[in-house]
């Protein structure tokens, strides 16, 4: 019987940064090209533009990965990103404030509600963007060891309501106000006045995410929690560690004290027109959203900073309420709880960096994303069809391009003109490209983040077998194949039923 070949994640990141070499090569020799109708969101007049695809396999191309491999590591958001995140876990982790709130939360409540509102709150946290990533896999894993569940359970759930509900914006984001321009700049081609409110998705979102919190939780109660190893916990656990003595209590009102009084200062400078208040948002912009997550803000730019000394204040203040942290030692010490034994989770980092890099720079993800805008526009179905056509289209571009903006100024072009002509509005095109890039968003390894879920399961492995990405994508379809029966039975049902979209906004025109 011939043993079967389970590649480490490093090594299958090399190996597909070789395989696209190699086909971007080939592609480029073979002269692969796709053109498409260019809107710029500066004037809105359209301009044809061509992609190409950048042979990697030349001497131009390995120049370009050997004098750029380590900028582009030592700049991937990613890593930078997670370090200061972890550094405020750590402290929470360390000082006890962690455990000791897992503890007070989920001591009476049942596995499958504490599983329903971990999957309940990544499917709300679009509203951080990409942070929510760093913030909430490393959390959901502590959740669940700290409950005495497998922490692997807990990552992989929150991975996959993280991606499935990447585009549920209840609340209008930054990357949803960059997409509504977008819109709005190929819809006024047809209708020169037309614009789309910050409400106009709200109802179909609501309702999506209110399904896909249960629907999610069933999976991993019944479904996922069956399919992965049993994970084995110290025996040496002390029962009198899992009692809220007086000093815990004491801890825990100290963070609670210093950590609403941090908020309110937080909240404060993003509230405009009030004495004092407003410093972190960008006045350059017109709406709210623009105001807060614009790429000028401070609250934008700092933002990852602003958390991490949250958790630091929550971990410093509960260690000094419970007596845990007595000195600056124990300070020191805790703020690198998390980086001990990071040096395997950096290995896999970098070539994913490297990875990503390649295949971006190959360019082969913008090539396919408007091969397949091509296909959308040369369609000859109308209604219903071709919004299902969209979806389906945004799904499989998403493998290949993740990132939304980029994906949407290519796609936007073909798919609101087209669907306004068979009376479909731009709000409910707009809305099929989102859910559609949701479905598939969790299982690309082009997905900067992917990383992180990859790291973190590799991370509590006790069987001493590398988690593969194969394996890993596995785990989550299950989850992506009832999103995608949910996103489009809402397409559908919304097409034919006729319910509005959100306030103000309808499904035809």
Wanted: aromatic share 12%.
């Amino acid at each position: 019987m011939k043993k079967k070949i389970n590649l480490h994640p490093v090594m299958m990141y090399l190996v597909l940064s070789l395989i696209v070499i190699v086909v971007s090569g080939i592609l480029s020799w073979f002269n692969v090209q796709a053109t498409y109708n260019q809107i710029s969101l500066v004037t809105g007049e359209y301009s044809v533009a061509t992609e190409t695809i950048t042979s990697l396999f030349s001497l131009s191309g390995l120049k370009y990965i050997f004098t750029n491999t380590v900028s582009n590591f030592a700049n991937f958001t990613v890593l930078s990103n997670l370090i200061i995140i972890l550094l405020g876990i750590g402290l929470m982790e360390k000082s006890g404030f962690l455990k000791t709130l897992v503890t007070l939360l989920t001591k009476k409540a049942k596995k499958t509600t504490v599983t329903f509102f971990l999957i309940l709150i990544c499917l709300l946290a679009s509203i951080m963007g990409d942070l929510s990533y760093l913030i909430f896999i490393p959390l959901s894993a502590l959740l669940f060891l700290y409950g005495k569940r497998n922490p692997r359970l807990g990552i992989i759930a929150s991975f996959a309501a993280l991606t499935c509900g990447s585009s549920l914006s209840v609340m209008l984001t930054s990357i949803d106000s960059s997409l509504i321009t977008v819109t709005n700049l190929n819809s006024q081609i047809l209708i020169g006045n037309y614009t789309i409110n910050s409400g106009s998705f709200m109802f179909i979102m609501l309702i999506a995410l209110i399904i896909l919190a249960f629907l999610l939780t069933n999976i991993t109660e019944n479904v996922i929690a069956k399919r992965i190893e049993k994970y084995e916990f110290e025996e040496e656990e002390i029962e009198d560690e899992l009692v809220l003595t007086k000093h815990k209590m004491r801890g825990l009102l100290f963070a609670a004290i210093f950590g609403l009084i941090y908020l309110l200062i937080f909240v404060y400078n993003i509230i405009p027109g009030l004495p004092f208040s407003g410093n972190l948002l960008d006045y350059s912009q017109r709406l709210y959203i623009d105001k807060l997550f614009s790429y000028e803000s401070f609250f934008s730019n700092g933002f990852v900073f602003i958390v991490a000394l949250f958790f630091v204040i929550l971990g410093l203040s509960y260690g000094i309420g419970a007596k845990t942290i007595k000195n600056n030692q124990d300070f020191i010490d805790g703020l690198g709880h998390s980086l001990n034994g990071i040096g395997k989770m950096l290995v896999m980092i970098f070539a994913a960096a490297t990875f990503i890099s390649i295949f971006k720079q190959a360019n082969i993800g913008n090539v396919v994303t408007v091969a397949l805008t091509n296909v959308l526009a040369k369609s000859s179905f109308s209604g219903l069809p071709l919004l299902i056509l969209l979806f389906v289209l945004s799904m499989i571009a998403t493998l290949f391009l993740p990132n939304s903006l980029p994906k949407w100024t290519i796609m936007a072009t073909a798919a609101v003109p087209a669907l306004m002509n068979t009376g479909v509005s731009p709000e409910f095109s707009q809305v099929a490209f989102r859910l559609g890039e949701a479905v598939s968003l969790g299982l690309t390894p082009v997905f900067a983040y992917f990383i992180v879920y990859l790291a973190y399961l590799e991370k509590y492995s006790q069987d001493n077998k590398n988690i593969s990405i194969f394996k890993a994508i596995k785990l989550q379809l299950p989850y992506t194949i009832v999103t995608f029966i949910v996103f489009l039975s809402l397409i559908i049902l919304w097409y034919i039923i006729g319910i509005p979209l959100g306030f103000n906004a309808s499904v035809s025109l």
